[in-house]
Structures are given as C-alpha cells and as structure tokens.
C-alpha cells in the first residue's frame, strides 16, 4: 500500500463551477502525476509535480491548473468545470524504479 | 522515448485456461519494465515488474520475463481465475501515457 487518498471520491458539480481534487501522499515521494481516464482514450497525464511548488503540463493540461505547496498534497483545479472535464481523475507517485503507485480515484460529473 | 505495444483486448477466457497477454516495447537503453492491473472501480495496481534483461517478474501466479531479443515483456498465468477479471496495462519506467490496457474477463 502506497499510502495515496484522494478526496473527494465521488463528486457532482454544474457548468462553470470551480472545483479542487487533493491528492495525499504518506509516503514522501518527490513526483507527484495527476491522470485522467476515461473510455477509448486510457490514461492521460494532465499535469505532474517534481517538487515543492515545481510543477508542468501533461499530454491534456487545457483547462486545469494544480498546486503543490506542500512535499505530501498535490491539488488539482479546473477553474470553469465543463462536461468535457466528467471523467475519472488519478493521482500517482513513483518509486525508486519509475513505477507508478496510483490513488483510488475520484470519480467527476460535470451536469 | 520508450513506448509499448499491447494486445488489443477484449480477451474472454474459461476458468483454468491458459493466459498470455501481449507486449512488446521500444526503448532507449534498458529501462525497467512493468505490469500494472486495474480491477472495476480502481486504480492502477502494480502487479509485477523487471528491472533488466533476463529478469522473470512476478505475482500471484503472474510471470513476464524481460526479454531484449525480441524487446518483449508478455504476461502469462498458467490457469486464471473469476477473481483475475480485470484490466491489465504494460508500460516502461517513466511512461505517462498507459493506454487502454487489455481487458481480461474470465469465467466459470
């Protein structure tokens, strides 16, 4: 067990509406990934963290901000939610050789 | 970078058969190579991995042996179960995009 939560699981949120997903790692890892998932497209890296504060875009960062201000929570934020943004999210750590540990998700609605 | 090719899915099989899931990679050197499953409502699990050339991971009766001959890392079980139901997803160390994975269902 990597020791990863993210909060919330479920959420329900309207058009236009900001909302925060939080990842919490016990584990001290410096990376830090946010993916989203969702039917015939995989995994996709939205953003990732390689430090306090150190951050970059992933392959589908449009839309979506993230913030680490703290070595074990990495935020995730989408500023003006949209109904393309309804999708499961993932946050990852990886370990010494490059695997990734993955939280249990946080499943996202946009109405 | 390094990338990898897996068997396209949806692969149905009976209790107790056999299993091989296809991957092969390209790389940049030798990276370490993994097996990750994801079972309905849950994120990625690492299932097994192979740090170098030669190197037979494995788990739960899961095998891949990293093979550089053919740049290949198939996953095998010799005799599945209901409970092996699940997506699995090959990657290469410091991938970030995991693709569809192959869907695995078995049954009774």
């Known amino acids: 067990d990597a020791g990863i939560t993210q909060s919330p699981r479920h959420k329900v949120t309207e058009t236009g509406t900001p909302v925060t997903l939080r990842c919490h790692q016990t584990?001290?890892?410096?990376?830090m990934y946010w993916y989203r998932q969702d039917p015939g497209h995989g995994l996709r890296l939205i953003h990732y963290?390689?430090?306090?504060?150190?951050?970059d875009k992933g392959e589908v960062s449009d839309g979506y901000s993230v913030s680490r201000s703290k070595t074990e929570d990495f935020l995730l934020t989408l500023e003006s939610a949209t109904s393309s943004q309804t999708s499961v999210y993932f946050c990852?750590?990886?370990?010494?050789?490059?695997?990734?540990?993955f939280g249990p998700g946080t499943r996202l609605t946009v109405t | 970078g390094n990338s990898v090719t897996q068997m396209e899915g949806p692969v149905t099989l009976s209790e107790e058969a056999f299993l091989t899931i296809n991957c092969t990679y390209t790389?940049?050197?030798?990276?370490?190579l993994f097996w990750y499953v994801q079972y309905p409502g849950e994120g990625l699990q690492l299932l097994l991995k192979?740090?170098?050339?030669?190197d037979k991971g494995s788990n739960k009766g899961f095998e891949a042996t990293y093979r550089k001959e053919t740049t290949s890392f198939h996953l095998e079980k010799g005799s599945v179960q209901v409970s092996d139901s699940a997506v699995y997803f090959c990657?290469?160390?410091?991938?970030?995009?995991f693709g569809t994975g192959t869907s695995l269902t078995v049954i009774p």
């Open positions: 990852a750590i990886s370990g010494a050789l490059d695997e990734q540990y």
């Open positions: 584990e001290n890892h410096r990376y």
């Open positions: 963290s390689y430090g306090v504060k150190d951050t």
């Open positions: 790389a940049t050197g030798y990276p370490s």
């Open positions: 192979a740090t170098k050339a030669d």
């Open positions: 990657a290469p160390g410091n991938q970030f995009y």
